[in-house]
T-cell receptor, first 114, second 115 residues
Framework: DAGITQSPRYKITETGRQVTLMCHQT?????MFWYRQDLGHGLRLIYY???????DKGEVPDGYVVSRSKTENFPLTLESATRSQTSVYFC?????????????FGSGTQLSVL | KQEVTQIPAALSVPEGENLVLNCSFT??????LQWFRQDPGKGLTSLLL?????REQTSGRLNASLDKSSGRSTLYIAASQPGDSATYLC??????????????FGTGTRLKVLA
């Protein structure tokens, strides 16, 4: 199916473990984004990518690592999970020029760090 | 640094009312502005996108306006329905002058339309 998919949908992990959240889009959009959503903070940008092998930090990048070896995939890794990283994580993609300049979101990954 | 604010944080209205949601941003050098809807436990869905050169966009009962010089956008919902209950977020995208094309989001307005 066309679109942007995130996996897993739910994840429970322990403090100190490494966790990778997956994001896959089928539109070949150049831009991909990772956001976290927390009560009281709204959506905050973690990392974004303008193309394969081009990534840059957002507002809250500490403790996270991204890679983009292929245009369609943009995994987010928590190197050593902490309780403060408990959140809902959203992946999104878009182009710069019409008609695909809208931002499209995945369904999110709810991560709990115990 | 771009900051986006949405007021009010929550709004409750009776069915049938026309309503306005507000979004303000601090840096007027934006590429575009989008309004999104988010239902509980779900991702965000884009409702309207306004280019920096445009003044408004319309889709059905929704109308979004943009005043770049004053750093404001409004989302007008006509004849509200209980199905419109959701959180509405605005996001601005930086452009060539900022050197990036990333989106910055407001914290949203939680709307409840009472039947």
């Amino acid at each position: 199916d066309a679109g942007i998919t995130q996996s897993p949908r739910y994840k429970i992990t322990e403090t100190g473990r490494q966790v990778t959240l997956m994001c896959h889009q089928t539109w070949s959009h150049s831009y991909m984004f990772w956001y976290r959503q927390d009560l009281g903070h709204g959506l905050r940008l973690i990392y974004y990518s303008a193309a394969a092998d081009i990534t840059d930090k957002g507002e809250v990048p500490d403790g996270y690592v991204v890679s983009r070896s292929k245009t369609e995939n943009f995994p987010l890794t928590l190197e050593s999970a902490t309780r403060s990283q408990t959140s809902v994580y959203f992946c999104a993609s878009s182009e710069i020029r019409a008609p695909n300049e809208k931002l499209f979101f995945g369904s999110g990954t709810q991560l709990s760090v115990l | 640094k771009q900051e986006v604010t949405q007021i009010p944080a929550a709004l409750s209205v009776p069915e049938g009312e026309n309503l306005v949601l507000n979004c303000s941003f601090t840096d007027s050098a934006i590429y575009n502005l989008q309004w999104f809807r988010q239902d509980p436990g779900k991702g965000l869905t884009s409702l309207l996108l306004i280019q920096s050169s445009q003044r408004e966009q319309t889709s059905g009962r929704l109308n979004a306006s943009l005043d770049k010089s004053s750093g404001r956008s409004t989302l007008y919902i006509a004849a509200s329905q209980p199905g419109d209950s959701a959180t509405y977020l605005c996001a601005v995208r930086g452009g060539p002058t900022s050197g990036t094309y990333k989106y910055i989001f407001g914290t949203g307005t939680r709307l409840k339309v009472l039947a």
